[in-house]
């Protein structure tokens, strides 16, 4: 409700959508009237519109469109032309507090219509809406050109319409179809004043809503990364795409960029203009700095739009992380609910154009196989909140449901009655636990310090070789023939659980040489940087040999000097173990 008051005169429209919608009602000697006219017509409601600064009037109603009022009757037989400033300059208006047969009377004007672009990702791009008799709706296609879109440009302050009739632009929309056949000739202040069809007569559906795209539409992609939120920044600026300088990119503008594009947390930002190809055209962006907080990247403080200091070599690039993805409620973890989180918040997927191909895409993802099924809608109890993603159409070959092309994230026609459920064909496997892996690193270096230990027997026997062969001992070669099948490349790789080296092979080395086991690969003969682990495992006393094991969680390694083998890495379970004494040294613990 709005008046317009002063000592003796107020007026204004009440019961109405708006200040600018209702039954007319005057102020006088201190009480509110109703004002009552059987003639009231189009050019007193233009009156009554302009005095409350309200435009100009649509339509002129009696008061059965506001209800009733009570009120007492203030004013009788109004007559305007329709030029006036205040219904009280009208030459028949006069207060007049008797009633009389007259009815009513109420005005709906311009103002109180709004205009809006919607889904487009700013207030200058998007679906065409309009708010008229309580809700908004949109404009069929019929007869739209460029000329009906500068109109919406225009009284919207977005400048000039670079773009119309732009196909799955802003998703689908519900409600009322309020105008069709519009035909502007692109002078009017505001849509409504165009002809067009009477409101809310049609023959569209939603398919065939309106949507425009202005110069003063401000819209930033990622390009040639591969995906969605990777890639040369981009932002569309004045009806052109330009690139961004990353001159002055750091941390808090990249995190702004990820967070405007509705992708995950910042990965990384890329310096280098070659991976991801120098862009073309403008350089719009230059010099920013940005606090994180902002929610686009031109909310930020930066040079005027397109100057700078830069060229094409140092286009910024940013790698931004893929919406979380998991599935809930189900009777496992690959089964249930697809959810993703945005904005700090799980939220569902409708199943609109969902098929077989976007929940391989889920479980591809999940690390869960193939799908298996996925019905059309949730067979679990609905869920609450937001509903993220609407219209998906991957290919099946992503490897991220936010790769596969969709309504923009929070836009959809849907309730959760639509919740997307899959099954998917394998269960997720829990990673190995920090210690197992730990183990098994330690073996696979324990392993290559003793080959490292055959290679050095090797090398001091052949030494002996040459005096043995002087000395006409021509079967030497032999010995080796056992130690070389233990080398990598031989039965190491055939190996699953143990890896071990006969003994026999030794003892045979140390006879023919006179050179003793210990002497081949003593301590200080080892490569430098062999650990001490392994250090210990070289016995001193080849004829006494210190039997020793390591138990680690999923796997022992044991060294065992016995007849049959100089050393035995075998896969088991457990605490480490020297010479009997069980030690209870963590396994990712040096041994020495």
């Known amino acids: 409700m709005f008046c317009i008051i002063d000592e003796i005169w107020s007026l204004r429209l009440s019961n109405g959508g708006s200040r600018c919608d209702g039954r ?6 201190g009480r509110w009237g109703r004002v009552q006219d059987s003639a009231w017509n189009i050019n007193d409601s233009n009156v009554v519109c302009r005095e409350l600064g309200c435009g100009s009037a649509i339509f002129a109603y009696n008061s059965s469109r506001y209800g009733e009022s009570e009120l007492p009757v203030w004013v009788n037989h109004v007559h305007c032309e329709g030029n006036e400033s205040q219904l009280r300059n009208c030459s028949t208006f006069t207060l007049n507090q008797t009633s009389s047969d007259s009815i009513g009377v109420g005005v709906l004007c311009s103002d109180h219509l709004q ?8 207030t200058c791009a998007g679906r065409v809406e309009i708010y008229y ?3 908004w709706g949109t404009v069929c296609d019929d007869s739209w050109d460029l000329d009906d879109a500068n109109v919406v440009c225009g009284q919207l302050g977005c400048g000039y319409a670079v773009e119309d009739k732009i196909p799955g632009f802003c998703g689908r929309s519900k409600g009322q179809i309020w105008l069709d056949e519009v035909r502007c000739s692109g002078n009017e202040s505001y849509l409504w004043n165009c002809p067009s069809a009477p ?7 939603h398919k065939e809503d309106v949507t425009v795209k202005c110069s003063e539409h401000k819209e930033m992609r990622l390009v040639n990364g591969g995906r969605r939120c990777e890639g040369r920044v981009e932002v569309w600026y004045n009806g052109t795409w330009g690139t961004v300088c990353s001159e002055k990119l750091y941390r808090e503008e990249a995190e702004v960029i990820c967070k405007q594009l509705e992708c995950g947390p910042l990965a990384y930002i890329e310096y280098r203009a070659w991976i991801y190809g120098q862009g073309s055209g403008p350089i719009w962006i230059d010099e920013m700095k940005c606090s994180s907080h902002e929610s686009a990247l031109w909310q930020c403080q930066f040079d005027p739009w397109g100057k700078h200091n830069c060229d094409h070599r140092e286009d910024a690039g940013v790698s931004c992380k893929d919406l979380q993805l998991r599935v809930d409620g189900g009777s496992n973890n690959c089964s249930g609910r697809v959810e993703i989180l945005f904005n700090n918040s799980w939220g569902t997927v409708c199943d609109d154009s969902w098929g077989l ?4 895409v889920v479980c591809r993802q999940l690390g869960c196989g193939s799908a298996l099924w996925t019905p059309g809608a949730a067979t679990i109890a609905p869920a609450s909140g937001d509903i993220w993603l609407d219209e998906v159409k991957c290919t099946g070959r992503e490897s991220f449901l936010s790769r596969c092309p969709s309504s923009p994230l929070g836009q959809h026609d849907c309730d959760h009655k639509e919740d997307v459920f899959v099954t998917c064909s394998e269960l997720r496997k829990k990673p190995p636990s920090t210690a197992v892996v730990v183990c098994t690193t330690l073996g696979i270096l324990l392993i290559a310090e003793f080959v490292a230990l055959v290679i050095i027997a090797r090398r ?12 006409g001992f021509g079967f030497y070669e032999a010995i080796y023939e056992e130690i070389d099948d233990t080398l990598p490349g031989n039965k190491f790789s055939q190996m699953d659980d143990s890896i071990s080296g006969s003994i026999d092979s030794m003892n045979q080395i140390e006879y023919y040489t ?5 002497c081949a690969h003593s301590t200080s003969e080892l490569p430098e940087g062999t650990s001490s682990s392994v250090r210990d495992l070289v016995p001193d006393d080849h004829d006494d040999p210190e039997s020793k ?7 022992q390694f044991s060294t065992d000097g016995g007849a049959d083998d100089l050393l035995m890495l075998t896969v088991a379970g457990g605490d480490v173990d020297i010479g009997g004494e069980s030690s209870m040294i963590p396994c990712f613990q040096s041994l020495a």
Do not use: T
């Not at 026997?461 to 000395?471: F, G, K, N, Q, V």
């Not at 006179?514 to 210990?518: C, E, T, V």
């Open 115 to 122: 205009l809006r672009l919607s889904g487009g990702g700013s």
């Open 549 to 555: 094991a390591i138990d680690c969680p999923g796997g």
């Open 460 to 471: 001091q026997s052949a030494r002996r070789d040459a005096e043995l062969r002087a000395r």
């Open 357 to 360: 191909a976007d929940a391989n």
């Open 199 to 205: 409101w809310g007569r049609h023959d569209c559906s």
């Open 514 to 518: 006179s050179d003793p086991l210990g």
């Open 133 to 135: 008799n309580g809700s």
């Open 24 to 29: 007319v009602e005057v102020y006088d000697n």
